[in-house]
């Protein structure tokens, strides 16, 4: 029996494959991982007859493989792996102007675009910050890091560093942050600061949040009419963004990733 003929057999239907194997993964999943792309242009990409599985080319980007199963993967022809990575993490300070998304229609400078360049293939970050916004960002290749520092139950703490376009005096700031520990309601959403405090010359409010809400830090001082001027974030979980600088990449060591992971 052929590779194309034995692919054909085991996987006739995206229901052939039983979801008690662990290791499978839908095609656009493998393409995702191994090329690093988006799930949309992994999708296209499958559509458009561009992904072959062991000599037959594959049109069904739900169609589920085992690792076993797959003996040559490839896309437009070239080979791509399906050995498993080893898992890394890596810190980026994400510049102001810089896009959090794999792929913009509209808008070049996204932080896809960096990792494809850099060479990060089958990486994804933690951590979406806003377009104007600044700071740390996680890079990593290790799904099970990526659902543990997002996942809401998890609560992992946040750090930001946020510089308003004015500060109100010692005591009303003091009972704003109070506020905001107490959290308010904006637009249905209940928003939350776990800390909060001034510090710095000149003074911005240091504040550490648990949740991931869109736009939350602006969206809390928005609720008292204090619009943020510059957004920088310095810490998610244990990590630090220390004295890095802007646009920069570096690979976080074994002690700090293995902090991250013993959450």
Known sequence: MTDAESTKQA???PDARSPADADAKKLLQWIQQQAGVSRRKAEELIDAGEVAVNGTVI???????????IRRLTLRGHPLSVDPPEPRVYRYHKPAGVLCSHDDPFYGNTVGRILRTEGFIGYTWIGRLDQDSEG????????SLVHTLTHPRYQVEKVYRVWLARMPKAPQMARILSRMKDGIVD???TLR?????VEGRPPHVRLTLTEGKKHEVKRLFAHFDLPVKRLLRISIASAN???LRPGRIE?????ETARLRAR
């Open 11 to 13: 996987h006739g239907s």
């Open 59 to 69: 049109g069904q980007p739900f169609e589920v493989f085992a690792r076993d199963d």
């Open 136 to 143: 740390l960002l996680l890079l990593t290749n290790d799904g």
């Open 187 to 189: 637009d249905g959403d």
């Open 193 to 197: 600061a776990l800390d909060g405090r």
């Open 241 to 243: 963004l220390g004295n």
């Open 251 to 255: 690979r976080l060591g074994e002690d």
